[in-house]
């Protein structure tokens, strides 16, 4: 369905519409109360603001794994928050999750068998499977690393498979969740570089500001389940009281 | 870490033809040992002789080291103890008795010779499978299980077990250690009483299992996310070489042989 190296899915409009999102948990919290928010395909925005604001509910939406009750989730001309059976499977094709713990994320025996999950399910040919994931190794700077087990990874080195996994399956989005949290100096430098290398939608929760600064041109707040703030990361930085009015802090 | 691998990897780096040798092979070896080893009657002791002489040969060529082996094997020891009463109670040639006052015990013929085989045959066959798990890497264990048509479901529960154990382990480290670290005492006084201790671990061991049920949701999470549709699926494995099945023939065809032989012959 792709020439190789071209993620598919079409590109026109943008790549991600989300409007007028609700949704609650079961126990009743309202972590999302009506979301508005539109990506052009390959823009990098950064999604920040206070723990509880809603951040990690939205990624969730984004390739159907939360529905929420109102609203709609526009993948590519896809609605994810519609989408049942077959076509959530192709969302989930366009969009590429990673989650914060990347215990979470690599749950095979080995490297290889975590980054090859995905183009496995995919119905890939076998050739073909090994072929992208010694891509997706390569694209973070894991080469030759599929045969380990994840278990005797660093920290930073978890991140980075945690993102091969998904970038194994080509997606057009990504949406990462903490990409750079609890690292050290030097892995988050090795995460910034890979980050700054995808041509990608990207879309990317996080705390870590100076990441924003020199990653994301665009960046978007988020405060009790809606969009506070929507700008160029440069503007929205300079306005030190809309920042301490939700809890950030200017880097 | 390090005690997390000592208590889980049983593989130890090596380079001789047991660990070049396809898993498959060597798994199904092992098996067709163990169901030899176990049809062997009991007090047949040339046949327990040849296979014990076969294990230890094989064990000679791994390189892993006999001592380690022999160590290994032991794992036996608690299997083998519930055998013990059978030397007193099977019914035989009585060949010593001992007044305890309120009892008399003897010991037969007829059990010795049932917990000596029982002793034999549980040892030699748990030294087997301690070979294979020492020459063999537990993924490809894995991977043998599957090409072996054991269930695919089955293959991927003890697949995520192996994977979670080292995650689950660390995780009880990290608690005991936050444990220690608040378990101060005052001169004399340490520890607390035994109710309020037990309290605390049981404590620990719900959180555990909580936090494991809360992982085991994100992990289902990541795993739809990559277009997880309920379906266990693999790569196909490669094709064995001929000269496998051979091997795989050939072993089968000597322990039959030996099980026969010490049935009827010696």
Not at chain 1, 91 to 116: E, K, Y
Not at chain 2, 27 to 37: E, R
Not at chain 2, 96 to 117: C, K, N, P, Q, Y
């Amino acid at each position: 369905m792709v020439e190789d190296g071209k993620p598919n899915g079409d590109t026109a409009g943008p790549a991600v519409d989300i409007r007028g999102l609700r949704f609650a948990y079961p126990d009743g919290r309202e972590a999302l109360r009506g979301v508005d928010l539109s990506i052009a395909p390959g823009e990098k925005v950064a999604l920040v603001g206070p723990n509880g604001a809603g951040k990690s509910t939205l990624l969730l939406h984004l390739n159907g794994l939360l529905q929420g009750p109102e609203g709609r989730v526009n993948i590519l001309g896809r609605d994810a928050n519609s989408a049942k059976g077959r076509e959530l499977q192709e969302i989930r094709a366009l969009v590429g999750l990673v989650f914060q713990d990347p215990d979470d994320q690599l749950f095979s025996p080995t490297v290889f068998d975590d980054v090859a999950f995905g183009p496995i399910y995919m119905g890939l040919a076998r050739d073909e499977v090994e072929r992208r994931v010694v891509e997706a190794l390569a694209a973070v700077g894991l080469d030759g690393f599929g045969g380990r087990m994840p278990f005797h990874l660093s920290g930073g080195e978890k991140k980075r498979a945690a993102l091969a996994t998904v970038l194994s399956m080509r997606p057009q989005v990504l949406a990462l969740d903490e990409p750079s949290a609890g690292l050290d100096p030097r892995a988050r430098r090795g995460i910034i570089r890979v980050l700054t290398g995808l041509e990608q939608t990207l879309l990317v929760t996080t705390h870590d500001m100076e990441l924003v600064r020199e990653v994301f041109p665009r960046t978007v707040i988020m405060d009790e389940g809606s969009v506070a703030a929507d700008g160029p990361t440069e503007h929205i930085f300079g306005q030190r009281d809309l920042l301490e009015a939700h809890a950030l802090e200017c880097p | 870490m390090a005690a997390v691998s000592s208590l889980l990897d049983r593989y130890r780096e090596g380079n001789s033809f047991l660990h070049r040798a396809d898993a498959r092979i060597k798994l199904v070896i092992t098996l067709g040992f163990i169901v030899a080893m176990t049809s062997i009657p009991a007090g047949a002791w040339y046949g327990f002789g040849v296979m014990m002489a076969l294990v230890w040969t094989v064990a000679v060529f791994s390189g892993v080291g006999l001592h380690r082996i022999f160590l290994r094997s032991l794992i036996a020891v608690p299997f083998i103890l519930i055998a013990v009463p059978s030397v007193f109670l099977r019914p035989g040639d009585v060949l010593t008795e001992w007044d305890m006052g309120w009892w008399v015990m003897t010991v037969t013929d007829e059990g010795l010779v049932f917990f000596a085989s029982v002793l034999l045959k549980s040892w030699t066959s748990v030294t087997a499978a301690a070979l294979l798990t020492a020459v063999t890497r537990p993924l490809q264990l894995l991977e043998s299980l599957a090409a072996l048509r054991v269930p695919a479901l089955l293959v991927a529960v003890v697949s995520l077990m192996y994977r979670y154990l080292f995650v689950l382990v660390d995780e009880v480290q990290r608690m005991l250690r936050a444990r220690a670290a608040r378990s101060a005492a005052l001169d004399g006084k340490a520890g607390g009483p035994l109710v309020w201790r037990a309290k605390a671990a049981g404590g620990m061991a719900g959180a555990l299992l909580i936090r494991s049920l809360d992982r085991s949701e994100r992990i289902y999470l990541a795993m739809l996310s990559r277009g997880y549709d309920g379906k266990v699926r693999r790569t196909d494995a490669e094709p064995l070489r001929p000269s496998s099945y051979v091997a795989v023939g050939v072993s089968l065809a000597v322990f039959a042989g030996i099980a026969v032989g010490s049935r009827w012959l010696w």
